[in-house]
């Protein structure tokens, strides 16, 4: 058996190394510059950057801020200062573009709407404008890409994601500095199919800036504080022990690092790369860290945390003039991060092997930031898909990114019935 493994985990890693790698990378540009572009990587290899320009013959727009998989043929990406959500296929081809969310943040999808997290104050929906004091949710029908619903939530929210049936999102009050309102604390949740609001989480620390890490039932969420006194920090959230009503207390660890940029790992983990800076000495500190979500949870941040990466990863990394993303494929274990550089010029991709062995870097274009994979020949997006332990019946084998795997790969970590389990041949 281990001689088969090997001889498999060989012809798969050269299966992978003849252009199984399809990462799509959203550089932001500079702010107001209306010059967000498309970077389609393949093959070991930048195909363009600019691939959104070469597929529908004009730009994308202005500071793109995330980007997600709706459905097998759907992808979605915000694109803050354009005030548009531009919905593509895995081609790159344009289907639609939604106007009615300004200054719209990141995304969430339970395969048949999109929500989108807005710092403004008013939305255009299907029954007439909505009005908010605050941020707000707007949930996008897929059928027509019009924009059926919307809900206050706090000042500036930020992060999104969908577990089981609701909406997790992080409120930062980023403004705070120069409206009449505090910094947030707070996690607002949501009922998808309502938008009712069932619940907030205090967490107690300011200012949840910044996309959301998933694996599972649990959240990786960052928040840089106040950038003078109050230190940088992240909170990892247990979605269950939220919706099965356990205290505030009980619902999420705070560990004394930052994780402004992080991402999910092959074996459930978060790596998280942390950047604090502080307006007092005009300088940026960085973690590098990988957390152990269940075990940071059991042991209430005594447990989980470490200051390991694959091969040379970490060591690579801490070479870079500004880091700047980081993401592991879900669907094949190989590892990427960004280094924007100067923020004003061409950025870089580094790509690794799962091992962490250093493959390559890349030119790509200014501030390079979101990533997403696209599933590799004989594997197939089938949605979104909820984890629920009350389901026994479900045999659907789904990765620790909540997407359904038809191929599992043997000795990778996969999630079925609600549990982890290494597929075996």
Partial sequence: ???FFLFFSLCFTRMILSGQERIILLNEGNWQADNGKVTYFENNAVVSNQWFRDVNKHKLGDTPNDIIQ?????????????????????QGKEVAATEDVPNNRKLATDGRYVYVSSYGHECATVSGFKYFTKGFVAKIDISDF?????????????????????????NTGGYAFQEDHEYETTVTVLEASTLRTVRTVNTGQINLYGKMSQSGKYLC?????????????????DCEAV??????????TKLE??????????????????SRYSYYTGEYTFNYITIDPEAVMESEGAEGVSDKMPGTVMADIKKMMMPYGIYVNPYTGYIYATDAGSFAAA??????SPQGTLLGTHKVYINPAHF???????????????????????HSIYNLQGMKVTNPIPGQLYIRNGKKFIHQI
């Fill in 257 to 274: 690092y930052a994780a402004t940029y992080s991402c999910t790992t092959a074996d459930g983990s978060f790596y998280a790369i942390g």
């Fill in 372 to 394: 997403l994979a696209l599933p590799p020949d004989g594997m197939k997006f089938e949605g979104v898909e909820a984890i629920r332990d009350d389901e026994p019946a479900d």
């Fill in 1 to 3: 058996m281990k001689l």
């Fill in 221 to 237: 969420i960052n928040s840089p504080g106040d950038y003078y006194d109050v230190q940088a920090a992240t909170i990892i959230m």
């Fill in 243 to 252: 919706m099965r009503g356990a205290s505030d207390k009980d619902c999420f």
């Fill in 70 to 90: 709706v459905t097998d043929n759907l992808i979605a990406i915000s694109v803050n200062w354009s005030n548009i959500i531009q919905f593509i296929t895995p």
């Fill in 347 to 352: 950025g870089a991709l580094y790509q690794w």
């Fill in 146 to 170: 019009k924009v059926v619903d919307a809900v206050e939530v706090g000042y500036e929210p930020e992060g999104i994601a969908y577990y089981n049936g609701y909406l997790f999102v992080a």
